[in-house]
């Protein structure tokens, strides 16, 4: 425990000692710098009315023991603390890049479980390291060659399957190599699994492209660059296959949902100076309707990207949901199409998000209804 006011009685002492008057000093009238007089009391009676009360001002502040499950309820159980899980580390001759990851609080939503920006950004986070770990990632998201030429990677396209969440607590590696796509991408392959069961939770697939920093158009791959590059590259077939599936016409479409007045902040930028690819998640979802977000999950998720947001543009997101082959909506299976534009118009992104009833926490065979 500790005395606040055996502190205070210390510094009244300390005061003396340094020729300090510090009951003088209450007498005495003070004077503000806004000509305001103020008379300190002389005595303190913490029985009179009006009367300041010292101990108030100096607490003794306790210790109280609390037991863990208080107001949590005994049944739940809690994440045990984590150690520092380092930078990953490389494998099969530096191809193969993995790293652990800790599912913290802040990134998990209102069930429990890790939102979709969490996993992106955690894929991000891996595929950076992999770069650094064959030294080409410099100041920026490209190596130092890239630099030179004004050059700097940015995503295209974003695959995703998700066969099962993670929860809070939960500690999963996360596994990325890397493979040629056509003349002028390269495509970054992920697993994710849970450390514990070594089950495996999802993959997805991403292709970058080179851009000019200061055209802010795409480039062609220069050839030395590739050159250094390609030697690190897995020669095996993409973990998914290209979603290729056409943009939906309007008598698929059951009904839209429109969220307008979106703004990127200035957090939202990356290096780049553009928004990063893994926060336009979060403004596609702002249009899908509560009935969904609160009942399903997504399953699996295509993001194509086709313009660059920077700060200070105001955008609109356009959920659509699409019918079945009997023109109606598939309660155990949703499609949906997104469409990310600015509001004076041009599209940003466009996507398509399947989606699955959640289930309860500890019951796989109970469906939220």
Not at 206 to 218: A, C, D, E, G, Y
Request: hydrophobic letters at 35%; charged letters at 25%.
């Amino acid at each position: 425990m500790v005395d606040m006011a055996a502190t205070a009685s210390s510094v009244m002492n300390s005061s003396r000692r340094i020729g300090v008057d510090v009951h003088g000093m209450m007498k005495k009238k003070y004077v503000s710098s806004w000509g305001l007089q103020i008379k300190a009391p002389t005595k303190v009676n913490v029985t009179k009315v009006g009367a300041i009360n010292w101990s108030m001002l100096f607490p003794t502040v306790k210790t109280i023991p609390m037991k863990p499950m208080m107001m949590l309820g005994k049944e739940k159980k809690y994440p045990k603390l984590v150690p520092d899980l380092g930078l990953g580390n490389v494998v099969n001759d530096d191809r193969i890049f993995g790293q652990k990851f800790c599912i913290r609080s802040y990134e998990v939503g209102p069930d429990g479980t890790a939102s979709v920006e969490t996993l992106m950004n955690l894929f991000q986070e891996t595929n950076t390291n992999h770069l650094k770990t064959f030294g080409f990632l410099g100041d920026d998201f490209g190596s130092v060659d890239m630099s030179e030429k004004n050059l700097t990677w940015v995503t295209i396209k974003m695959q995703m399957i998700l066969d099962r969440y993670p929860t809070w607590g939960d500690i999963v590696q996360i596994n990325t190599w890397k493979s040629a796509y056509g003349n002028n991408g390269v495509s970054s392959n992920f697993t994710f699994c849970d450390c514990k069961t070594e089950e495996i939770l999802g993959r997805a697939s991403s292709i970058s492209v080179m851009m000019n920093k200061k055209t802010r158009k795409l480039s062609k791959f220069p050839n030395e660059i590739r050159a250094k590059q390609q030697k690190y590259y897995v020669d095996t077939p993409a973990i998914m296959d290209q979603d290729i599936t056409t943009w939906s016409k309007g008598n698929e479409i059951i009904k839209d949902h429109i969220c307008k007045g979106l703004m990127p902040r200035w957090s939202d930028l990356d290096i780049n100076q553009h928004v990063n690819h893994a926060k336009y998640i979060r403004w596609i979802l702002e249009s899908v309707p509560r009935t969904i977000s609160e009942n399903y999950e997504i399953e699996s998720m295509t993001l194509e990207y086709y313009r660059e947001c920077t700060a200070d543009t105001v955008l609109q997101s356009v959920t659509s949901i699409l019918a079945n082959h009997k023109g109606k909506i598939a309660m155990d299976n949703i499609h949906c199409q997104h469409l990310l534009e600015f509001e004076i118009g041009g599209e940003i992104l466009k996507g398509r998000t399947r989606w699955r009833p959640k289930r309860k926490n500890g019951d796989a065979g109970v469906l939220i209804k």
